[in-house]
């Protein structure tokens, strides 16, 4: 069965402190890895996707990066703004739908 | 910028009615998915649509479940006989290929059965 982990559970950051997140997963023939945001009561916003192993996305703070095993998503200097719920996700065997991890609830206070 | 919009934004309803939960996916998509969530839980998958037909459903998708493309626009997902353990958020998604591009999901229906 697919599985796609996420830690930390949550992470509580000062304005300005840098940190990163983590997305492993067990599938087999990887077809992409997704990241996306969630504010509360939204629906996700989709961030990034990455394809192989080595591969980098940069968006403002945020940058992901992918390994044959995890996905890391650095975020340099956060401001309180991206405070949210960060999802990762990748297409199940079929490459029909997305399975999705618990997320990481990230607070960053000013 | 394109966008996927569901409506209503929250609904309430009583144990045993139907619903209707509405999305209107971002115009040149081919591929439409419903996922659901229930409150502090994972994003999960519900059923994905292709061709005007089911491609794929979860084993939450049971007989209760129906989707339909009845125009061009919309695409509805109805739960015949609701239970209370179907109160959740209710997201439509749609993407321009399968599962492995990035799919665009829309704001959510809140859903709370009673």
């Known amino acids: 069965e697919d599985q796609v982990t996420q830690s930390p559970e949550a992470l509580r950051l000062q304005e300005g402190e840098s940190s990163s997140l983590n997305c492993s997963y067990t599938?087999?023939?990887?077809?992409?890895l997704f990241w996306y945001r969630q504010d509360p009561g939204k629906g996700p916003e989709f961030l990034f996707t990455?394809?192989?192993a080595g591969e980098e996305k940069e968006k403002e703070r945020l940058k992901a990066t992918l390994t044959k095993k995890e996905s890391f998503l650095h975020i340099t200097a956060p401001k309180p703004e991206d405070s949210a719920t960060y999802l990762c996700a990748v297409p199940d065997n079929y490459g029909q739908n997305f399975v999705f991890g618990p997320g990481t609830r990230l607070s960053v206070l000013p | 910028e394109p966008e996927v919009t569901q409506t209503p934004s929250h609904q309430v309803t009583q144990m045993g009615q139907e619903v209707i939960l509405r999305c209107v996916p971002i115009s040149n998509h081919l591929y439409f998915y419903w996922y659901r969530q229930i409150l502090g839980q994972k994003v999960e998958f519900l059923v994905s649509f292709y061709n005007n037909e089911i491609s794929e459903k979860s084993e939450i998708f049971d007989d209760q479940f129906s989707v339909e493309r009845p125009d061009g626009s919309n695409f509805t997902l109805k739960i015949r006989s609701t239970k209370l353990e179907d109160s959740a958020m209710y997201f439509c998604a749609s993407n321009r290929d399968r599962g492995n591009t990035e799919a665009f999901f829309g704001q959510g229906t809140r859903l709370t059965v009673v």
């Open positions: 599938v087999s023939g990887l077809r992409g």
């Open positions: 990455l394809y192989s």
